[in-house]
């Protein structure tokens, strides 16, 4: 499976919720979620864990098929 970059803007739409309320929620900072949000960079499977927790979804959401 492959890191999907545009799986954290598709969660935050589809869960209604914004980059400062999940930053709230998980502790991590607003620029840090920013960049994760536009595929600037690949987050840690520890800080998909964390983000996969607050939303309420598996981990496994964050990634494709490598077909």
Do not use: H, N
Request: proline fraction near 3%; glycine fraction near 2%.
């Amino acid at each position: 499976m492959k890191y999907d970059r545009r799986a954290l803007k598709r969660l935050l739409s589809e869960k209604r919720i914004t980059v400062l309320d999940l930053a709230a929620q998980s502790g991590m900072t607003r620029a840090a979620l920013y960049m994760i949000a536009r595929g600037a960079v690949t987050p840690k499977a520890t800080t998909l864990a964390k983000i996969a927790s607050v939303l309420d979804v598996p981990i496994e959401r964050f990634f494709k098929r490598a077909a």
